[in-house]
């Protein structure tokens, strides 16, 4: 199966701060990968698709970028709802595994 | 409004079973893969399972495989997962969410989430 491993695991930011947030993978996997949000006490949302296509109704200060084993989420300018657990997911083969979680907090 | 709704968690002792179903609406449920995936409380999405469009072809982790089984019924627009043999460690809020369209698979929409609590 293959592995995802985001980093950092938590990170503390101010509003207005531009925000990168990694995710690699433990073998190639292209294209296919995805980015989620998720708040507190709510389902996950999905932000990012094919590593850098902004899902429908996203905010454009969302992007994502990457092929083969390394990838990024960035955050141009945090508002402050944006701060949230994100999760990236592989979806090159299954199982389509997530990442652990990069809890973005306010500073 | 497309939609998903989650039912059927509750408190089950270790070794019981639970059924849990996925209501779809807003959407034609028959042509999308769905999935479950589950959180611990405090912990990460744990991937748990999938079933094609037509439920023909199904998908397990291991960590579930020979005690759940994901199933279906295109004409009642709902997604279920039966678990057996609970454990612990299976105490989690469940979602369902669904498959969206292109060759890219990703996860577009998502339930609200039921809570199954695994406890003698």
């Known amino acids: 199966d293959i592995q995802m491993t985001q980093s950092p695991s938590s990170l503390s930011a101010s509003v207005g701060d531009r925000v990168t947030i990694t995710c690699r993978a433990s073998?190639?996997?292209?294209?296919?990968l995805n980015w989620y949000q998720q708040k507190p006490g709510k389902a996950p949302k999905l932000l990012i698709y094919?590593?850098?296509s902004l899902q429908s109704g996203v905010p454009s200060r969302f992007s994502g970028s990457g092929s083969g084993t390394d990838f990024t989420l960035t955050i141009s300018s945090l508002q402050p709802e944006d701060f949230a657990t994100y999760y990236c997911q592989q979806s090159y083969s299954t199982p389509p595994a997530f990442g652990q979680g990069t809890k973005l907090e306010i500073k | 409004e497309v939609q998903l709704v989650e039912s059927g968690g509750g408190l089950v002792q270790p070794g019981g079973s639970l059924r849990l179903s996925c209501a779809a609406s807003g959407f034609t449920f028959s042509s999308y893969a769905m999935h479950w995936v589950r959180q611990a409380p405090g912990k990460g999405l744990e991937y748990v399972s999938a079933i094609s469009s037509n439920g023909g072809s199904t998908y397990y982790a291991n960590s579930v495989k020979g005690r759940f089984t994901i199933s279906r019924d295109n004409s009642k627009n709902t997604l279920y997962l039966q678990m057996g043999s609970l454990r612990a460690e299976d105490m989690a809020v469940y979602y369902c969410?669904?498959?969206?369209?292109?060759?890219?698979?990703?996860?577009?929409?998502w339930g609200q989430g039921t809570m199954v609590t695994v406890s003698s």
């Open positions: 969410a669904r498959e969206g369209d292109g060759d890219y698979v990703a996860f577009d929409i």
């Open positions: 094919a590593a850098s």
């Open positions: 073998q190639s996997i292209s294209s296919y």
